[in-house]
Each structure stands twice: as structure tokens, then as C-alpha cells.
């Protein structure tokens, strides 16, 4: 069965943003980062909320301003961790923007709780940087959906979902890997 919060099954749209004839947008799209390298868990010392990211982490982290250069942002959001945070600094810093955090975006989010968010950013171009499990909620739900099929599932460390919504809903996605580091 799909899963709840789930988008209703759409075909595939092809980016860019298309904008509506009187000029206000009826798409918007949401660059869904998992968060770069950052070291084994079970290797790590303390509060794992703040654990860095690993020097190949933070060349990721530098590597995600050009392989989204093209994707147009008003907002990027993080989740708490500083793994997160760390990943999207140099967008941020590159695009003049300020990094929110939102707890929605942090490990053990439910599924509903996720498209709330995502449902209410509709209209709205952003970088959402996460965790692995929640990116792979997301993604188990656009398989459900059939915005994506399961032989494209992949969430590498680093790598983003570029999400096209409509109305707050997820139409269509496609894939950038992650920098090379």
C-alpha cells in the first residue's frame, strides 16, 4: 500500500520552473541534499548531533555550489546536526541566503511530518539538507507514488533529489550525484 503523506501517483515533469501565464509560479522546486561525508556513527565520540563533516565531506559540501549552480533558491533549510548544517554553508555563503533549521528535517522525523513541510514550501525554490533515513522516507514514498521508480532509488552521501512540486505536491524528481570528492 502507499504511504501516508504520500503524493497521488503524477507522471514525470521536466524541469525547469515553469511559471503560470500571469506570471506567478505553478512549480517550484526543492533540491532535497542527504548530507555529505561525515565518518562512521560507530566511530564517533560524544553527541553524534555534532559530528563534522570529514575533509571529503566538506570538498562535497564545496562541490555542491557548482553541481547546483542552475537550481534556483529563495531558502535553505538544514536539519540541527551539524553534519547538515556544515553541508549546505557553502551554498548558503555562495548564494547570500541564511541557513534555517528545522527540526523536520532531522533523524526520526516521520513521514507526515516531512510533506507537511514539504507541502509547505509550495511555490517556494529551496535546499533542504537531511539525513539518510529520511531521505530514504521520502524516497520510498515517491516510489509508492510513482513519481520515481525503484530502479532509480539511490540516496548516496552528498547526492540531492531535485523535486518538482505543484500545489504543494511532488510531480516529478531527478538526480544529482554527489560531488566528486
Known amino acids: 500500500g502507499r504511504l501516508a503523506g504520500a503524493p497521488p501517483p503524477c507522471p514525470n515533469l521536466a524541469f525547469p520552473v515553469r511559471r503560470s501565464a500571469a506570471g506567478g509560479r505553478d512549480r517550484s522546486v526543492l533540491a532535497l541534499i542527504r548530507h555529505a561525508h561525515a565518518g562512521h556513527r560507530t566511530?564517533?565520540?560524544?553527541?553524534?548531533?555534532?559530528?563534522?563533516?570529514?575533509?571529503?565531506?566538506?570538498?562535497?559540501?564545496?562541490?555542491?555550489?557548482?553541481?547546483?549552480?542552475?537550481?534556483?533558491?529563495?531558502?535553505?533549510?538544514?536539519?540541527?546536526?551539524?553534519?547538515?548544517?556544515?553541508?549546505?554553508?557553502?551554498?548558503?555563503?555562495?548564494?547570500?541566503?541564511?541557513?534555517?533549521?528545522?527540526?523536520?528535517?532531522?533523524?526520526?522525523?516521520r513521514l507526515e511530518e516531512i510533506f507537511a513541510l514539504l507541502r509547505e514550501l509550495a511555490g517556494v525554490d529551496a535546499a533542504l539538507c537531511t539525513h539518510g533515513d529520511v531521505m530514504v522516507h521520502v524516497l520510498d514514498a515517491l516510489v509508492s507514488g510513482r513519481v520515481i521508480s525503484a530502479e532509480d532509488l539511490v540516496a548516496e552521501k552528498g547526492g540531492t533529489w531535485l523535486l518538482e512540486t505543484a500545489a504543494g505536491e511532488v510531480v516529478g524528481a531527478r538526480y544529482v550525484p554527489a560531488p566528486k570528492s
Open 43 to 109: 566511530r564517533w565520540e560524544g553527541d553524534d548531533r555534532v559530528r563534522p563533516l570529514t575533509k571529503r565531506g566538506r570538498r562535497q559540501a564545496e562541490g555542491l555550489v557548482i553541481a547546483l549552480a542552475s537550481v534556483p533558491l529563495d531558502r535553505i533549510l538544514s536539519s540541527p546536526y551539524r553534519r547538515c548544517l556544515e553541508t549546505v554553508e557553502p551554498l548558503a555563503r555562495r548564494r547570500g541566503l541564511h541557513i534555517e533549521q528545522v527540526p523536520e528535517l532531522a533523524e526520526g522525523t
